[in-house]
């Protein structure tokens, strides 16, 4: 373990396997403390083990959330605010894939609920505490999809194609980048989006067996893009870096349609009618 991320805190999405628990573990490297946002708690606490002797960083605790469920992420962000009083970095990894069209508690299809909106809401709760916290990160793993969004269908109810929801969803993570970004100019919090490329994970595994097959093939391990998410969220070099996103450590183009503001700013909007109303993000 090394002092460059002492005194600075941050939570990691999807902590529990795959990239995120391999970013959680870079992060801790770096002397970070380091929050585990896991949907299992057992399985949370056996990834904080592995990180705490393969690290020798014993600042790292798990703290249950399941971003299917829009309440769940509300009681995390209170149990958050009750122990911390600053966010430094915030990497939202915690995705899924699903084969058949499923609901979350709150009613919504799984794959938006959880990839998008999972990522809305859990970053919009803490903007008080990154503003304050300034100068702060976002960071948001995603892929290059070139899916454009049905806003008449948003969650596959009339015509639901897995993977092309699931690659809505991640068009989703680029336009909620883009202009959470743009918010936030000037206010020393940073949002960038992330391609991992192709990673050997669990994230597939109710894809087509060929598919899976293909992929794993071709696949690299999760430490080589956890080391470059590891690197965003603390080197200088990007620090004031905002709005793009990043491979390996290098901005790279998105598609030009995640550039509509218009699907951007509509995206925003059906997002906040969509997550609790009781409170104003
Ligand atoms: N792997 C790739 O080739 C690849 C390529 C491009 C982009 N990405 C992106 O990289 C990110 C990480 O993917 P990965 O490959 O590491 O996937 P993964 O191994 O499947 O990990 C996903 C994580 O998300 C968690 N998660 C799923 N549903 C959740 C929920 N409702 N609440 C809280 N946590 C939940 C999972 O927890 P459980 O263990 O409890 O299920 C798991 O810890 C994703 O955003 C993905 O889209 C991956």
Redesign the pocket.
């Known amino acids: 373990m090394n002092a460059e991320m002492k005194g600075k805190v941050c939570i990691v ?9 391999a970013t959680a573990a870079a992060l801790a490297q770096r002397g970070a403390t380091v929050i585990l ?4 708690q057992a ?1 949370g606490e056996a990834a904080k083990n592995e990180i705490i002797s393969a690290t020798g960083n014993s600042d790292i605790q798990v703290m249950r ?5 829009q309440e769940s992420i509300r009681e995390m962000v209170t149990r958050f605010y009750a122990i911390r009083n600053r966010l430094d970095v915030l990497v ?6 699903k084969a058949q069209r499923t609901t979350t508690p709150d009613g919504l299809e799984t794959m938006f609920a ?2 998008h909106l ?1 990522v809305f809401r859990l970053t919009n709760l803490l903007l008080d505490t990154l503003t304050a916290s300034a100068p702060s990160r976002v960071l948001v ?3 290059p999809s070139t899916v454009q969004l049905d806003f008449d269908d948003l969650q596959g109810a009339q015509k639901f194609r897995p993977l092309w929801a699931f690659g809505a969803s ?1 068009m989703c ?1 680029l336009l909620f980048t883009y202009e959470l970004a743009r918010r936030l100019e000037g206010t020393g919090v940073t949002v960038n989006a992330v ?11 109710e894809a087509p067996p060929m598919m899976r097959w293909v ?1 794993q093939l071709v ?1 690299s391990r ?1 430490e080589k ?1 956890a080391a470059a998410l590891a690197r965003l969220a603390s080197s200088p070099e990007v620090a004031g870096v905002t709005g793009k996103f990043f491979k390996d450590g290098q901005e790279i183009e998105s598609s030009p349609y995640s550039h509509d503001r218009n699907a951007q700013r509509r995206l925003w909007d059906t997002s906040v009618a969509l997550t609790d109303r009781t409170r104003p993000i």
């Open positions: 999405t999807g902590a529990n396997g795959g990239i995120g628990k946002a896991c949907r299992d399985r959330v399941d971003l299917a469920n939202n990894t915690a995705a899924v894939f959880v990839n999972g793993a995603t892929a991640k993570n391609h991992p490329g192709l990673v050997k994970s669990n994230l597939m595994r992929t696949s999760p893009p």
